[in-house]
């Protein structure tokens, strides 16, 4: 194993593993709708939009924390070819991070409901709907809804991927080429 690697700084390392939960809950929420009573189908969803927008928040945040604080390099010994996939999967990882709760917050401003059922973030205060979309023309709005709803569903197989990706690369730097990669992200 190589010496003590260099690590992210709190903040940044606070902000994954705060929004990789929340996006683990958020995927089991959704997972979970299916299955419930229907009494707690609103609850759950009304939760998984909740979500969404912190999960939007935080990963805006890490983005700009990311900006501002250079992370720490690559251990030169990984191959060209590895490093360059790291940074492509982490810049789609951010787009993603904010591609799918901006597309599930589009997709929930053109349901044709809207109006009646206020979202309301954790039941604290209510969160405003994309005006420019739930002031359309109701046909116009189901369109649009549908449309936002498939880019969701995509973004969100986009995200399991990537996931898969991540923690599979991670895993196999710490284990197979027994370089200390995960303590990079540790507290």
Do not use: C
């Not at 709190?10 to 809950?25: N, P, S």
């Not at 709708?33 to 890490?62: C, E, N, Y």
């Not at 597309?103 to 929930?108: E, K, L, N, P, R």
């Not at 109006?115 to 046909?139: C, K, N, Q, T």
């Amino acid at each position: 194993m190589s010496a003590l690697p260099e690590k992210y700084t709190r903040v940044a390392v606070a902000l994954h593993w705060l929004i990789a939960t929340l996006i683990v809950v958020n995927v089991l929420l959704i997972w979970s709708v299916d299955f419930l009573p229907d009494a707690w189908v609103r609850p759950v969803i009304d939760t998984h939009k909740s979500t969404g927008i912190t999960v939007l928040g935080l990963a805006l945040m890490r983005l700009l924390w990311r900006a501002t604080h250079r992370p720490p390099a690559l251990p030169a010994q990984y191959p060209a070819w590895e490093k360059i996939a790291a940074h492509v999967a982490h810049a789609l990882l951010y787009v993603v991070m904010i591609a799918l709760p901006l597309s599930g917050w589009m997709h929930d401003s053109a349901w044709k409901d809207a109006a009646e059922h206020p979202m309301f973030l954790y039941g604290l205060f209510e969160w405003p709907r994309i005006a420019a979309i739930s002031s359309v023309e109701p046909d116009f709005k189901e369109v649009l809804h549908d449309r936002f709803g498939l880019v969701h569903e995509v973004f969100g197989f986009l995200l399991y991927g990537l996931y898969v990706l991540h923690v599979g690369a991670a895993l196999k730097h710490q284990f197979r080429d027994k370089e200390p990669e995960i303590q990079r992200m540790l507290p």
